[in-house]
C-alpha cells in the first residue's frame, strides 16, 4: 500500500532529513513511526501526502508512483489519504460542521452528500451532536476528534498521524489510540508518528525507527 524506496530527502538549507530509506507498509496494516525529534518522522509523513517531495528514490501510495503523478492526479491522491495533526488546524471562525465539511467543499461533493459524510464521521469520533458548535467550545481531546474526522470525511484508503496525541492526559491519548485501531480494523491502512513509546508498546502493533533520517528498524508486531 505504502512502498519507500531508497528513498532520499535533503532541505535546501543542506539538512539530510532521510537517507535510503527501504519501507513497506501493507493493505490494511497498522503501525507505528517512533524517533527522537527531528529523526525524519513528520518529513516522512509529507512525503506520502506529497506535501514535499523526494531528492531520490521512489515513493508509491496505492496505485500511484508518486513521482510520476501529473499535477491534475495530486488532489485524487491527496483525498485517498486522510492526515491528523497534532495542532489541530481547526478554523474557530467556523462552526465543527464547517471544519469537517472542507474537504468535501473542496473536492466538490454535493450538499446533501456533504451533510450525510460529515455527520457519519462525527458519529465515527463521538461528536455528532456537537456539530453546531464552535470549536472553542470544545476540550483539547475534542478538538483533536474534529481533526480526525475531518481527516476522515473522504473515506481515504489511508489515514497518517503525525504526534496525534503529543499535547493529551494519558486517558485521552489512550482513547484516540484506540479509536485509530477501529478504523483500521475497519480496513483502513493507518500510519502513526509519535514519541510516546509507552502507549505505541501498549498497541501491540508493529514499531517502525527512525535515527538522524535512517531506518533503524522496520519493526515487529510488539506484544
Known amino acids: 500500500m505504502i512502498i519507500f524506496e531508497n528513498v532520499y530527502k535533503r532541505f535546501p538549507n543542506g539538512h539530510v532529513a532521510l537517507e535510503n530509506i527501504n519501507l513497506h507498509l501493507a493493505r490494511g496494516e497498522m503501525a507505528f513511526l517512533t524517533g527522537h525529534s527531528g529523526a525524519g518522522k513528520s518529513t516522512l509523513l509529507k512525503l ?15 496505485g500511484y508512483r508518486l513521482s510520476q503523478l501529473h499535477r491534475k492526479q495530486v488532489p485524487a ?3 485517498s489519504v486522510g492526515a491528523v495533526f497534532q495542532d489541530h488546524q481547526l478554523l ?14 473542496v473536492a466538490g461533493f454535493d450538499y446533501n452528500d456533504i451533510g450525510r459524510r460529515v455527520r457519519a464521521a462525527l458519529d465515527m469520533v463521538g461528536l455528532l451532536n456537537y456539530e ?5 467550545c470544545l476540550s483539547s481531546g475534542e478538538q483533536q476528534r474534529v481533526g480526525i474526522a475531518r481527516a476522515l470525511v473522504g473515506r481515504p484508503a489511508v489515514l497518517l498521524a503525525d504526534e496525534p496525541t503529543g499535547n493529551l492526559d494519558p486517558e485521552l491519548s489512550a ?13 483502513m491502512t493507518v500510519l502513526i508518528a509519535s514519541h510516546n513509546l509507552g502507549l505505541v508498546q501498549r498497541m501491540g502493533h508493529r514499531v517502525i525507527t527512525l535515527e538522524k533520517g535512517r531506518l533503524i ?5 510488539v506484544q
Not at 514535499?52 to 508509491?60: A, F, L, S
Open 48 to 62: 506520502i501526502m506529497l506535501m514535499e517531495r523526494p531528492n531520490g528514490g521512489q515513493v508509491k501510495v496505492g
Open 77 to 79: 491522491l491527496r483525498r
Open 92 to 105: 474557530f471562525d467556523r462552526s465543527v460542521y464547517d471544519n469537517v465539511a472542507i474537504p468535501l467543499l
Open 132 to 136: 453546531k458548535l464552535n470549536p472553542e
Open 175 to 187: 482513547d484516540i489510540m484506540q479509536r485509530f485501531e477501529h478504523f483500521n480494523q475497519a480496513g
Open 217 to 221: 528498524s522496520a519493526g515487529e508486531c
